[in-house]
Structures are given as C-alpha cells and as structure tokens.
C-alpha cells in the first residue's frame, strides 16, 4: 500500500472522497472529511472508517483543499 500511495499519490486520492469539515460552533473549516470512493477495499486497508475527519497531516492543518 505504501509503495502504491508513494507511486501514485493523486489516483489514491482520486479513490477517496475528501470534503471539508466545519466546525458547527465557530463555522470554521477545521479539516477534512474521508469517505470511501470508488475502491471501498483500499479506502479499509488504508485503516479508515467512512466520515473519519483529518485535522493534522504530518503536523499541517488540511484545511485548505488547493494545498491537498
């Protein structure tokens, strides 16, 4: 899996849905919601559950999605 994300980053990506997560209290955007697209099986192996929220990628909020 790690040498199909490193060979690829951006078909991974393409498999797994990715919308912004707000917080509801302050209407901020906080991270990303992760939900499975196409391929389910690698969104699993990859250890993610349908509507897990991504706050920090290697210590960086996610919250601006033309960063991805």
């Known amino acids: 899996m ?9 078909r991974v990506a393409s498999e797994i849905g990715v919308v912004p997560h707000v917080d509801p209290r302050t209407g901020q955007v906080v991270g990303v919601r992760l939900n499975p697209g196409r391929d389910s099986e690698l969104f ?3 250890g993610l559950m349908p509507s897990d929220v991504v706050t920090r990628v290697n210590g960086v909020a996610p919250t601006d999605l033309a960063q991805g």
């Open 44 to 46: 699993a192996r990859l």
């Open 2 to 10: 790690r040498d199909r994300l490193a060979a690829d980053p951006l």
